[in-house]
């Protein structure tokens, strides 16, 4: 049988996705279920937005007294509480912690099975429970009045168990569940995440406690980061490539290149150790480049005049911004007298993750 006669016209290239660019996405096709379920998942922000609104009208007197007692408790304060409750009751501890209150998150089953002794004189118990009535919680009001330490109860029920065995009684009022059974703690768990917040920031705002005092207790991650001083990594000692104005610029050179982690920079200073100047190796390159290579000159003569630096207490991030600004890999640090007290290279905010 004769084969078709093959086609002559050109075959159109197949098109590919270009890698790590991603397509524009199609427009979405709501059907009545779709746009239903975003209409409740809407409904159900909007219902823990109206609970956490609702609670700010009943802090008062007692939200002072509960601020009081933890501000000028000597312990630690011990936050406890069962099942979604506890929960916020862990990361209201945390909060406390990472503000510089000395805080430890009690697991009530637990407790009754050795860890009470976490508690101890001086210390202030902060119990949450929505209803009020969670049995575990309930079993430690009598150890806790035994012990002498004072309860701040956050509960949506002012005349339950807990309340009533409480000092202090942070109440949050009956809130109905964002849930199609108005079972599961959603809303309840917003309004007391968000009074827990707001008593440990009006701790903080209260207290000295500034923006070194964060950093030391945030060292790592993006929140150490932002925080960071330059003296926390600038180079200093035997690492801090200082050269006399006078030096011959082949002294220099050496100090740049025998200095340990090979800063590619020199500090030039007078013999009070004030920063005069800077001399790189781009700037040596430079001198090759014209044609001057008498390495006998003073350092002084083909320095950097003037050179923008920086001081120990500036911000690791201010400092890297500068340098990218600049153009530059190296910043002098400065004291408040003008010497030379330090480099901050760009392989040490490279080694810090600040570029």
Do not use: W
């Not at 200082?242 to 200073?269: E, F, H, I, Y």
């Amino acid at each position: 049988m004769a084969r078709a006669p093959r086609s002559t016209a050109k075959k159109q290239p197949r098109l590919r996705a270009l890698p790590g660019r991603a397509s524009t996405p199609a427009p979405v096709r709501r059907d009545a279920d779709d746009e239903a379920a975003l209409t409740y998942a809407r409904g159900v922000l909007e219902a823990e937005a109206r609970a956490i609104l609702g609670v700010t009208d009943r802090l008062g007197d007692a939200f002072l007294r509960a601020l009081k007692l933890v501000r000028d408790c000597p312990g630690q304060v011990v936050v406890t509480g069962m099942g979604k409750a506890g929960h916020i009751g862990q990361k209201l501890s945390s909060t406390l912690a990472s503000t510089g209150i000395r805080s430890v998150f009690l697991h009530p089953a637990e407790a009754v099975h050795g860890d009470l002794g976490r508690v101890g004189p001086g210390d202030v118990i902060l119990a949450l429970s929505n209803s009020g009535s969670t049995e575990e919680l309930l079993r430690l009001l009598p150890l806790f009045k035994r012990m002498g330490t004072p309860v701040v109860a956050l509960t949506g029920d002012a005349d339950s168990p807990l309340a009533k065995g409480a000092e202090v009684v942070l109440d949050i009022g009956r809130i109905e569940e964002a849930c199609p059974m108005g079972l599961v703690p959603t809303a309840s768990t917003a309004a007391l995440h968000a009074v827990g917040d707001a008593l440990a920031m009006t701790l903080l705002r209260s207290r000295p406690f500034g923006r070194d005092d964060y950093a030391l207790l945030h060292p790592g991650g993006k929140l150490g980061r932002s925080v960071l001083r330059v003296f926390e990594l600038m180079r200093t000692g035997p690492a801090n490539p200082l050269v006399l104005d006078t030096a011959r610029l082949s002294l220099a050179v050496v100090v740049m290149t025998n200095t340990p982690g090979r800063p590619g920079a020199a500090c030039v200073v007078d013999r009070d150790g004030k920063l005069e100047g800077i001399f790189t190796d781009g700037d040596l390159r430079r001198l090759v480049e014209r044609g001057h290579t008498d390495f006998e000159v003073p350092v002084r003569e083909v320095m950097g005049k003037r050179p923008r630096c920086i001081t120990p207490d500036t911000l690791v991030l201010t400092a890297a911004a500068q340098m990218r600004e600049l153009k530059v890999d190296q910043l002098p640090v400065v004291d408040v007298e003008g010497r030379a007290v330090g480099l901050l290279d760009v392989q040490d905010l490279l080694a810090a993750k600040f570029v």
